[in-house]
């Protein structure tokens, strides 16, 4: 029999009623079979695997037995028998992926008087899922501060949440959104490019994106990064774009302050090593291919420690920032000016010439531009300054090489700029690269010296005017197995680079000690003095003072006998330190004297706060002192200063007995100098010694005496 004809629902308006309804239903009477359904219940995924295609007349109830969701027969069956006219369960079911909640309702009801069970399922947890995941939706959006908009492009209307008002800067009450809001809102720069954008993204259906500044209602500029996904038609006409701003002002921010970190020195804000390394690297290739000459020149800063030495820091780093000021401005408009460290600039010239000579020309003329301009007084705080600079230039046309060794080179040319007196400009030539290996193998040899003690002390006697030689400065000899005797200029500031000075300067202390006990011993010798030469490395070395106490107490100086020589360079290095380690070796009688003074930069008030015993006069004032009145008047002011600070005062370099009476003129009794001997080993001073304190102690020649007769007299 065919049930559809026993089916009192077909036909009826019920099917058309609840197929409205988007969620499955069916009807089913009293005796569990299904008597009508909807279209979502043919659709519905849990019934599936049930494989039925025509629903009418299934027993429901023995349709749920077999499946495992047993518990709704026994609740439907409760609703059917009792007098109950609602339930509800829940149920689960499992899909290929997930788990799937439902909710089962079913009601009674009565249609041409009978009575009917009306079923329905409902995905109840998705549902909430949705809910749940929208607030999440939100929650995020909300703690991202992303705007939303949506734009129909039919009917042009633009609608934004409220966080795109927010980040706009647009009060939704006054303004509402429209497309002419906000390309009124962006920064007039940006906006052909954000435009442009928009469109491309209109055009090809790819989905939008664009950075671009927005101008707020306030004012304030802000970064923004907009992105939309195009929404398109049937023929792939886009009709709407959904998308996002994001306010990334702050990542914007951050990242030029990396930037800054990265390629900007933070004291001038000139560019830094790095970014002038890569400005040398794009431009090498070019020049390559153009065939033009670059360059770079080295600018280092003549003395600059002394003005961090006798101002504070603070004042060195606004000399810097003027110099830095004074640097890139005199420069082209595609020079670079960087600032490598502490007083050290470089300066880089790409595609000067074709021309080599033309090139070199072009470099020199901004080199001593440079020159000129950083010699200029500077004025800071009521201070002025005058500083030079030393520059060294190298040129280069892309030829392959290191950028490292292009630095290396403008930085060699202008050491030798330091080298022959500074405030000066220097090409470099492969020649510098021959005394580097040159200083290599010094460095080596030095090394071997030191290991096999190839040193040795000269003495240089140091004459009084009323008592003869009283005293001796020890005078280092390098005894180079194949060059010979080697003076102490040529290698002193190479063993200071590398440290070897203070190995060696124990040796001198250690010899000079034993040599001042060996005097002690010898009447003839027993006031001697000895003057030993002190770098700043070694002073400033830890442990300096207590193996010069050791060597005091072991050798068993007496106080006064032991002098070390210091120049103005050691205490500008650390005023403080070098006071400490001073006045913990004078309490053991060691005392101090300012070697080569009036030479350097320091101010004379230090003189007062360091234990010296004794000023020496550079033997530079005392070359010309007898034609040169400015060194006599020099010479003077160094004699009264330490008359007054009640310092000894010594003059070095005394070669002829006119010297010695000019320098006895203005009050200076002690003297050092060929004049009376030659620094030689100790055997041979100390028989000048005997010779010189026995035989009639030469008065100061006459005014107009000759050097030369007065030296032969001596010798005679
Ligand atoms: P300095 O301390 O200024 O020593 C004086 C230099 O003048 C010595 O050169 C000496 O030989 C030279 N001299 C002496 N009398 C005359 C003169 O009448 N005319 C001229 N033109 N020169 C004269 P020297 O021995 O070549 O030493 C050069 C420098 O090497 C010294 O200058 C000193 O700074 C350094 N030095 C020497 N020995 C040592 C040492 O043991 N340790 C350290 N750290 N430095 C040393
Ligand atoms: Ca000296
Ligand atoms: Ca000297």
Redesign the pocket.
């Known amino acids: 029999m065919n049930q559809i004809c026993h089916n009192p629902l077909e036909n009826s308006q019920y099917i058309e009623v609840i197929d409205l309804l988007s969620y499955p239903i069916a009807i089913i009477d009293s005796a569990g079979v299904i008597r009508l359904v909807n279209s979502s219940w043919k659709e519905f995924a849990c019934f599936k695997h049930f494989n039925i295609s025509n629903w009418i007349g299934i027993d429901y109830l023995q349709l749920c037995s077999q499946g495992s969701q047993t518990c709704i027969p026994q609740s439907l069956k409760k609703i059917l028998n009792q007098d109950i006219d609602y339930i509800k369960i829940e149920y689960h079911c499992e899909d290929k992926d997930c788990n799937h909640f439902f909710q089962l309702s079913a009601n009674k009801i009565r249609i041409n008087d009978t009575d009917y069970l009306m079923v329905s399922h409902e995905e109840v947890l998705a549902k909430e899922e949705l809910i749940k995941s929208q607030q999440r939706l939100s929650i995020a959006v909300n703690a991202a501060q992303i705007g939303i908009w949506d734009y129909d492009l039919k009917t042009q209307s633009l609608h934004w949440d409220s966080w795109m008002y927010k980040i706009y800067g647009i009060c939704p009450n006054q303004t509402q959104a429209a497309y002419n809001v906000w390309e009124n809102s962006v920064h007039p720069e940006d906006l052909a490019q954000a435009v442009d954008d928009f469109n491309k993204a209109v055009r090809t259906g790819e989905n939008f994106e664009s950075e671009f500044r927005i101008i707020r209602g306030d004012g304030e500029i802000r970064h923004i990064q907009a992105s939309a996904k195009v929404i398109t038609d049937s023929q792939r006409i886009a009709i709407r774009l959904v998308g996002t701003n994001i306010d990334i002002t702050q990542t914007k921010k951050s990242e030029t302050k990396i930037y800054e970190l990265a390629y900007f020195d933070q004291l001038t804000k000139l560019p830094n090593r790095r970014l002038l390394e890569d400005r040398v690297c794009q431009s090498l290739v070019l020049n390559r291919k153009l065939k033009s000459y670059a360059s770079l020149l080295f600018v280092d800063i003549d003395n600059f420690k002394s003005v961090n030495a006798l101002n504070n820091h603070n004042v060195g780093d606004q000399v810097l920032r003027a110099l830095a000021d004074r640097i890139s401005s005199n420069i082209e408009l595609e020079a670079t000016a960087c600032r490598l460290s502490g007083d050290k600039f470089m300066v880089f010239l790409p595609h000067i010439s074709n021309d080599k000579l033309e090139a070199m020309k072009h470099v020199k003329s901004i080199a001593r531009k440079l020159i000129q301009k950083i010699q200029m007084p500077l004025t800071l705080n009521s201070t002025a300054f005058k500083l030079t600079a030393s520059i060294g230039m190298t040129l280069f046309n892309g030829e392959a090489v290191y950028i490292e060794d292009l630095i290396k080179q403008a930085e060699l040319a202008m050491y030798k700029v330091k080298e022959s007196g500074r405030n000066n400009i220097s090409f470099y030539d492969p020649q510098m690269q021959i005394e580097i290996l040159q200083r290599k193998q010094m460095e080596n040899d030095l090394e071997r010296a030191v290991l096999n003690d190839e040193f040795n002390?000269?003495y240089?006697a140091q004459v009084s005017n009323h008592s003869g030689v009283v005293g001796a400065?020890?005078?280092?000899?390098w005894f180079h197995p194949e060059q010979g005797i080697i003076?102490?200029?040529k290698f002193?500031p190479q063993l200071e680079e590398t440290g070897l000075?203070v190995l060696?300067?124990e040796k001198?202390l250690h010899d000079g000690c034993k040599k001042l006990q060996q005097w002690a011993s010898i009447p003839e010798f027993s006031q001697l003095t000895l003057s030993?030469?002190?770098?700043s490395a070694?002073l400033l070395h830890e442990g300096f003072s207590s193996y010069v106490i050791q060597l005091v107490s072991q050798f068993k100086i007496k106080s006064g006998k032991l002098k070390l020589?210091i120049?103005e360079s050691t205490f500008i290095e650390n005023i403080d330190a070098t006071i400490a380690v001073m006045n913990e070796l004078a309490s053991v009688g060691v005392q101090f004297s300012l070697?080569?003074f009036g030479t350097g930069f320091s101010s004379l008030s230090y003189l007062k706060s360091l234990p010296l015993t004794e000023l020496k006069i550079?033997?530079s004032f005392i070359?010309d002192i007898i034609k040169d009145g400015s060194d006599m008047a020099i010479s003077q002011t160094i004699v009264n200063l330490a008359n007054s600070l009640k310092f000894d005062v010594i003059a070095?370099?005394?070669?002829c007995a006119e010297q010695q009476y000019l320098l006895h003129q203005i009050g200076c009794n002690n003297y050092?100098?060929?004049?009376f001997n030659?620094?030689a080993e100790a055997d041979e001073f100390e028989a000048f010694a005997k010779n010189y304190n026995k035989q009639l102690r030469p008065k100061p020649a006459g005014a107009h005496e000759q050097c030369l007769t007065h030296q032969s007299q001596l010798r005679a």
Do not use: C
Not at 532 to 535: A, C, G, K, L, P
């Open positions: 002390l000269f240089q400065e020890a005078l280092l000899r003076s102490p200029d002193i000075i060696v300067g001198v030993v030469n002190v770098s070694q020589e120049t070697d080569d550079d033997k070359k070095e370099g005394v070669e050092q100098g060929y004049h030659r620094p």
